[in-house]
Structures are given as C-alpha cells and as structure tokens.
C-alpha cells in the first residue's frame, strides 16, 4: 500500500494482476508476433506478405490499443490505492545472489504511454501504408515499425530496469533499422550509424546505473529499489541519477547527445513522426519520471537535469531557426520540447506531471506535423526544402488545416493542448528558479519565431516550385490520421480539466503542496502569450513581407551561420571524439602491426638467425668436436671443484 | 704423493692438446694412449696412498682394454687408410651442415 | 723420490715433444720415452707387476703395432704445419692451459695425508695379492675383459681382411702369362738378376754387371735409385783398390 502524505516519496508496491489485467503480456505479444511473421516471413513467404503484410502490421498495434484502453478503463473504475498491479511473466535470470524477473507493472504513468504507444502508433501504421505504397520493402518496414512498438511497450511496462533495458535496446535497434530503411542512401546508413553510436554513449550510463542498483540495492526491481532508495548513500543516490541522466539524454537527445537527432531525419516521414517525435525520443523523459524515488533524493542531480534541459531548450530552438529543411526544423523543434519535458522532470513533483502532460500533447501536435509534412512531402515530390515550397494551402487545404492545428497546439496559443502544457512548466519553472523561467519564456518565444517561419515559407508567401511539381492532396489513407491528430492536438489540453491529470499520477510521482510563483499564475500565462506573439511578429516582419530567396543565402549573420551548422555540436563531436578516437585507432593498429606482430615475426627471425649463427659450429671436424668436448670437460672439472670446495 | 698426480694431471692436459692439434690419425691415437697411461699413473698413486691394491688392478684393466682399443682403433685407420689413402682426421669431415 | 724427480720432467718433455714433432715414427718413439719412465714410476710405487706389465704389454706390444700400422700407412706421411682449422690452435692453447692450470690447482688443493704404503698389502707378495683381489672381488669384470679381448682380435681381423675379388692365381697360370708377355711385348722371362751377382760385391746398393760391363739397372731396387744411393760398381781391381785408398783405407 502507498501512502500519498505531503512530498513522501512513493513507493512502488504493485498487487499482482488478475482479471482483465491478466491480459498485459498481450498488449506486447501482438506487435512482436507482427515483427516475427512480417521480418522472418519476408524471406519465407514474401508474396503474400507484399499484399497483406502491411494490414496485418496496422491491425495488431490496434489490437493492442484496444487491450490498452480496456486496461485504462478498468484502473479508472479502481480506488486510488490500488492502482498498481504487476504481472510475473517469468524468472529471467537467476544468478547468484541476482534475480530478475520479467515482470510487468501498468500503473498510471505507465496506462497513459500504452495509450500514446499503441494510439498515436496506430494512426502512423495506417498513414504508412499510403506513405510507403510504392515500396516495394513496405512488409519490411512495417516488420520494423511494429518491432518498434513491441520494444517500447516493453520499455514503459516493465517492472525493473533491467526489462527497461531490454526494451530501451530495442527501441535503439528498431531506431537504427528504420532511420537507414533506405540502405542504398549513403547518408542515410550514416544517419542510422551515427545515431546508434552516440545511443550507446548514452547506454553506457544506464548500464552502469543497472550495475550500481544491483550492487547499492541487490536488485534492479522498481519495487524494491523504491522502498530502499531512502536508506542508501546519498553519494550513490547521486551517482545514480546522473548516470540515468546520461542514457536520457542519448535517448532523449539532449546535449551533449544531441547530434544525432537532426540527422535521424534521413528515414521515412512516418518513422521520424512515431520514433523521433512521439515516442522513442521521450523515453529519456520516461526514466526520469520513473525514477523519481531517486531524484527526489539528490538536489545535485536533479539540479544538473534542470541545466542540461535548459541549454537544450534553447539550443533546440535556435538551431530550428535556420534550417531549411522542413523535417530538420521539425526536429530541431522535438529537440527543444524534450528539452521542456526535462525541465517539467527535472524540477521534482512540482514537475513530473505537468513534464508527462507536455510529453502526450507533444506527442499529439508533433506526430501530428510530421505527417503533415509528409504529406507536403508527397505531393511535392519528395523535396524537403522548404525554399521550394510556398502557397500551398491552396493546394493541399487539408494538410494545411490539420498542420495549422498543430503549428497553434506547440506555439502555445490560448486554448490548444500546447498552451495548456507549455505554460504549466513555464510556471513551475519560474517558481523554483527565474533565470530557469526566463530562459523557458525565451524558448516560447523563439518556437513562435521559427514555426511562423515554416508556416510562412511553406503554405504562405509566393510560389517557389520546381518545374514539373504539381502539389496535391494526399490519399484519404493519409489524410485520416492527420484529422485524428488535429483534433488531439486541439483537444488535449482536456487531460489538464481540474488538474485531472496531476491527481491521475500522484500514486506515481507524489503530490506536492501548490507553490505561488513569483509573479501571479494568471500573468505568467499573460507573458507567455506576449512572448510568443512578439516571436509570431518578428517571423511575420523577417519572413512573410520579404521575398523567400530559392537559394539559401549565403552572406548571412554568424548567428544564422551558427545555426545552421547546429551550433557547431557535429564539430565539436568530430573534434573531441571523432578525431581523437581516430588517431588512437590508427596508433593502436601501427602498434599491433610493428610490436604485437613484431615480436613474433622478430622472434622468429631471431631464432633463425641464431639458428645459422650456431649452425657454423658443426663444421664437421673431428678436432673442433673434441675442442668442444675439453670445454666441457672444464666445465665439469670446475663444476666439481666448486662443489666440493664451497 | 700429490707430485703423483700433478704428474698426471699435466700428462693429461698435453694428451688431450695433442688431441686437438696433431692432425694425423695415429699420433691422435698415441695421445689418447699418453692420456690414459696418465690416468694409469694416477690410480697407481692412490693404491699406494689408501693401502690397498684396488687401484693396482684397475690399473691392469685399464691396460688390457686399451690394448683391445688399440687394436680395433688401428685396424679402422688402416681400413680407411685403404679407402682414402690419407691418414689425415680432417679428411673425415662429411657430418657438417 | 730421486727418480720420480729425475723421471718427471723427462715425461714432461717428451709428451711435449709428441706435441711438436713432425714425423709420426719421432712420435711413436717419445711415447716410448714416456711409457718406460712410467714402468719406472710404477716401481717406485711399490707396484712391481704393473712395472713388468707396462713394459712388455704397452712399450712392447701396443707401441710396436703403432709403428707396424705406421709403417703400412706411410712412414713419410708428414703434418704440415698449417692449422686448417680457424681458431683451432688458439682455443687448444687456452682450453689446454685453463684445463691444465684448474686440474693442478685442484689437485694441489687435495691434502693427502701419509701414505698408507703397500706393505701390508703386499706382504705375500705383489702378484699375490693381485691374484687375490683379480679372482675373488673382480673376477666377473676379469671374465668379462677377456671376451673384450676376443672380440677385440676378432674384430681386427674382420676389419683388415681384404676380400679376394679375383681368383687366387696358380703356379701354372702365372706362367702362362708370363710367356704371353714375352710373347707380345718381348718381357724378360726368367727372374730379375740379383744385385751384384757378376761383380765382386753383392751389396743391395751395388748394381749387378752385364756382359758387358755396364751395371744393370734392374739388379738394384727402383726406391734406392730413385734415391739416388747406387752405388758404381768398380772396373778392376786397380780401380778398386784406388778407390779404398782414397777413402782412407789400408792395403
């Protein structure tokens, strides 16, 4: 049983599960069983696969956000002490003094990411098979989308961090596969390795952190660490929030893991909207939030959370105001609302719930825009640039429409789900920290900037096609989703009626007493809009009154020069670890060659020269023999003296 | 008694020179003789020193299996000698690398 | 005491000597030197059946088989002074002299105490107390070296036989080849003259006379002449007598 007193850290104490709850290990069963026949059936039977394959990708994530909702609807009808249930698959691993089971918790947090997962999951797989119709890899994709959820629903299920793990892994593998679909594009198998590489930077401080459990709190179960978490070091307790911090941000690309994000964007639309948009980019954020028994028990990291969310914020921001590349601005985007996402976790229980609240409207209004670039995408030919887009709401009202839902929802305008989320942190933030608060103030108000910009170059201001574009609406298959989205996107700040959404998690995150800000809530939400306004203003002055150049220009301030170079982190990467890493590769392999086979081949040669050397001896004379023989019988004579005159 | 076998020791040390320089069969074999007389002379010395006559008849022994020697060695140096006609040791040189 | 200090440095040189010489039979004889000083020595250790056995067994035999086989071999086969060898003299000088040096050093470490003396051990006499020893505590290696002895002879013999590759020619085949020569070539049939059968003198080195007076070459073995050791032999008495005069002899 939990106890909800003021700021007491909760405790993890599931109830095993029964009835309808007996059906959790379904919700992950059915997109891996998809995984299993779509990728292994793709070299067995692929025929069929090509005409039905991707139908049974789309029903299965259904399927589970069907079991998703059942689950959802009966932990509402629950009391609120008994919403923890946990469901013992089987014994993992049995080592020693180790056990880990695979087990599954659904607890709020948890219901609240099967439904983004499976949901916002389902409408992708449906606007992918109008996407990738003229794939002729489509089964294969939707093998790996599907693969996808599986390992992200196992991350958000699961009872210890060693399940999350497996599932972070996962999602890390799917991640790779699908950024580098396109295997024949050279930059997007970079893309697809860069981002692995600078993962498993990140997985080096989560795995250290599972070893750390395991050693402070002999297990790696949420249940017991939770309960323990208040009798241990608080040096270690430090340690290992930091050490979660690095694998969120690898995860979560937040600086200084940042790099690979903008990248990512060389795989399909569909897969930048699901993985590194909706879902797998707010894993980072998941851990932190499910880690809040160890947060709460270290200032120090939960400070440098605050820092580093921070610098992301901003530096997210400022990078999206130079690209030209609809899905990079996009991306630069994601980058700056995780980096809202981290503040909301990083500021403690004041945070956690406004930070998951900001991470499903996000889901919403993100997945939302990226498929509506997807769609201007597809009916423009596959160009990206935005530079040759221009008045296209003419041609595609529908996109138009469902992307200007989304474009109000993350620039926070009065009502959207956006403002709802976005203005909450910005209050929690200003309460605990004003240069924190300034600073997010200053974020809204460069996201105003920028999303007016991508507003204005691409449904705006004059037409700048290339020849032979003829921009269309896209396939209703496509169209769909994004109304779906739309809607969401509009209607989500729904989840905040009554503070609904707090009260929902606090047998997670626990419950804080409200703290004023500084400065009235009700001005806060007023500064905010101000804010944003004067940066809708300025992208309308700098962008929509001036002609849009077709080629980027290149006298530009340093400023832009900065931000489209992404403020120099792919330079700092080469340099700091690029280079250095090279150079100790090529010194290690002249090593191995001249020492480590030296010492062989030289050994070898010393022996054979030795060998000619002692061969001249045997020169066949009785004399030089017998010479030998009187040395040796010197040695003998002295041998003997010497032994018996000592 | 000592002298004895300083004696032996220093008639030793030339036949076994003699081994290695003289390079004509026989006189190598007379050198081998010259080293075992001086072993002769050293067993000799050490009957007279312990008192007994042990030495005396290993001595005699001595005697009798290099006369057996003798003759087996000389018979092969002439069988070669037949062959080669050349009494040199260096001629025997084949053993090499 | 006397003698082994008389006797010593005699043994010294001579092994020395074999060493340095340049012909194998001045070898031979220096061992001789060496091996009667030894008998000598023997006897001043009260061994006197070891002094008798050295002299007829090893001066006496073996020794002469040495000289025998030196003369089958080649009395004037001479080492050459030139070491073939690289290094070969100078590593037996210092092996010899460290060998040397380390053996007397030792040996003059040993500190010996009195001489027990053989009196009580020859006290029947020296054969007899060797008999004794011989055929009680050694007689299985007595047994033993008298099979080597055996062998030994046998083993000589195999070696030097020469195996006959041709038929053993008789009386009558040799003649037969005889009268052939003379028959093709025109040999001389009968046996080569004797040296100084027609003269007054029947030296080896005096060849024989031909009817003629002139002295035969054949008569006289081809290595004297070759020599250069003939002897020319005297017209008449006259010159005979001349020639004992000049020689300082008397009528």
Request: glycine share 10%; charged share 15%.
């Amino acid at each position: 049983m939990i106890s909800l007193e003021e700021s007491h850290i909760p405790v993890v104490d599931p109830a095993s599960a029964d009835g309808a709850f007996s059906l959790l290990w379904l919700i992950i069963a059915l997109p891996l069983a998809g995984a299993a026949i779509l990728l292994i059936g793709g070299a067995l039977f692929p025929k069929p696969l090509k005409v039905w394959g991707h139908v049974l990708g789309t029903l299965l994530p259904i399927g589970s956000f069907v079991i998703s909702l059942v689950l959802f609807l009966q932990l509402l009808g629950r009391d609120e002490e008994d919403r923890q249930v946990v469901q013992h698959l089987y014994d993992f691993i049995q080592v020693g003094d180790l056990t880990v089971g695979m087990d599954l918790l659904y607890d709020p947090l948890t219901s609240l990411f099967l439904l983004l997962i499976t949901g916002v999951g389902s409408l992708i797989h449906v606007y992918s098979i109008g996407y990738m119709e003229h794939d002729e890899r489509r089964p294969r994709f939707f093998g790996y989308l599907n693969l996808f959820v599986a390992a992200m629903l196992l991350l958000v299920m699961s009872e210890n961090y060693l399940g999350l793990f497996i599932g972070w892994e996962g999602v890390g593998l799917a991640s790779y596969l699908l950024i580098g679909f396109w295997q024949h594009k050279h930059s997007a198998a970079a893309a697809a390795k860069k981002a692995f590489v600078i993962n498993r930077v990140g997985d080096m401080g989560l795995s250290t952190a599972i070893m750390l459990a395991f050693v402070t709190f002999g297990s790696t179960s949420f249940t017991v660490i939770s309960a323990g978490a208040g009798h241990a070091d608080h040096d270690v307790m430090t340690a290992f929030g930091l050490l979660l911090l690095l694998g969120a941000c690898g995860k979560s690309a937040q600086v200084p893991l940042q790099a690979w994000l903008l990248d990512a964007m060389e795989g399909p639309t569909p897969v930048s909207a699901l993985i590194h948009a909706a879902t797998m980019v707010t894993a980072g954020v998941y851990l932190v939030v499910r880690s809040n028994f160890i947060f709460e028990l270290t200032d120090t990291a939960r400070t440098v959370v605050v820092i580093v969310a921070t610098v992301t914020l901003l530096w997210g921001a400022v990078i999206g105001c130079a690209k030209d590349d609809i899905k990079k601005a996009l991306a630069g985007s994601t980058m700056s609302q995780i980096g809202y996402m981290m503040l909301g976790a990083g500021l403690g229980v004041a945070g956690y719930a406004f930070a998951i609240f900001h991470l499903l409207t996000h889901g919403f209004f993100k997945a939302n825009m990226f498929l509506g670039a997807g769609s201007v995408m597809h009916g423009m030919n596959d160009d990206v640039d935005m530079r040759h887009y221009g008045a296209l709401r003419k041609a595609m009202p529908v996109t138009f429409l469902t992307f200007a839902m989304g474009y109000l929802a993350i620039i926070g305008f009065p009502g959207f789900s956006g403002f709802w989320s976005k203005d909450k942190i910005i209050e929690v933030a200003l309460t605990e920290n004003w240069v924190v608060g300034v600073c997010a103030l200053l974020g809204a108000g460069v996201t105003g900037f920028y999303m007016t910009r991508l507003m204005l170059m691409t449904f705006f201001t004059s037409e700048r096609w290339e020849k032979d574009v003829h921009p269309h609406e896209s396939p209703k298959v496509m169209t769909v989703p994004l109304v779906v989205l739309a809607a969401l996107s509009v209607l989500g700040g729904v989840l905040l009626a009554g503070d609904w959404i707090v009260d929902w998690l606090a047998p997670v995150v626990g419950h804080e007493a409200h703290h004023e800000p500084p400065i009235p809530a009700l001005a806060v939400t007023g500064l905010a809009v101000l804010v944003v306004a004067a940066g809708v203003a300025t992208a309308f002055l700098l962008v929509g009154k001036r002609e849009v150049p077709r080629e980027a220009p290149q006298d530009v301030s340093f400023a832009t020069k900065a931000a489209r170079a992404d403020l120099y982190g792919d330079a700092f990467n080469d340099g700091v670890v690029v280079e250095p890493s090279k150079r100790l590769t090529a010194g290690l392999v002249t090593f191995d060659r001249s020492v480590v086979d030296g010492v062989f081949s030289g050994g070898a040669t010393l022996v054979a020269g030795l060998g000619i050397l002692l061969r001249r001896g045997q020169n066949g004379f009785v004399r030089s023999y017998a010479a030998s023989i009187l040395a040796g019988v010197l040695l003998v004579v002295l041998a003997l003296l010497a032994v018996n005159l000592a | 008694m000592t002298e004895y076998v300083v004696l032996s020791a220093i008639l030793f040390t030339i036949g076994a020179v003699g081994v290695l320089v003289r390079r004509n069969a026989i006189v190598v074999f007379m050198c081998v003789e010259l080293m075992l007389n001086a072993c002769n002379l050293a067993l000799v010395t050490f009957a007279k020193q312990h008192g007994n006559l042990d030495g005396q008849v290993a001595a005699f022994f001595v005697m009798v299996v290099a006369a057996a020697e003798v003759v087996v060695g000389l018979a092969i140096i002439m069988t070669i000698f037949r062959t080669r006609r050349s009494a040199s040791v260096d001629d025997a040189s084949l053993l090499k690398y | 005491m006397i003698a082994f200090w008389v006797l010593a440095p005699l043994m010294v040189i001579a092994a020395l000597g074999i060493l340095f010489v340049r012909k194998p039979v001045h070898a031979a004889l220096l061992l001789a030197v060496v091996m009667v000083s030894l008998a000598v020595l023997y006897l001043a250790l009260e061994a006197p059946f070891l002094f008798v056995v050295q002299i007829i067994v090893y001066t006496g035999a073996i020794l002469m088989l040495f000289l025998f086989v030196m003369m089958m071999v080649g009395v004037d086969a001479s080492d050459s002074l030139v070491e073939t060898i690289r290094g070969q003299r100078l590593l037996a000088a210092v092996g010899g002299l460290a060998l040397g040096l380390v053996l007397v050093i030792g040996v003059a470490q040993m500190a010996l105490g009195t001489a027990v003396g053989l009196e009580d051990a020859n006290k029947d006499g020296n054969i007899q107390g060797l008999a004794n020893i011989i055929f009680s505590r050694y007689v299985f290696a007595f047994e033993v070296t008298s099979a080597l002895l055996i062998t030994a002879a046998m083993g000589a013999m195999v070696l030097a036989h020469r195996e006959r590759l041709t038929p053993k020619p008789t009386q009558a085949s040799i003649a037969a080849d005889k009268v052939k020569a003379y028959a093709e070539r025109g040999a001389h049939l009968g046996p080569l003259p004797p040296p100084g059968v027609f003269a007054r003198h029947n030296a080896v080195d005096t060849p024989a006379l031909l009817p003629d007076g002139t002295p035969a070459e054949v008569s006289v073995s081809r290595t004297l002449a070759a020599r250069g050791v003939v002897r020319q032999p005297p017209r008449d008495v006259e010159e005979h007598v001349e020639q004992q005069l000049e020689q300082g002899g008397e009528r």
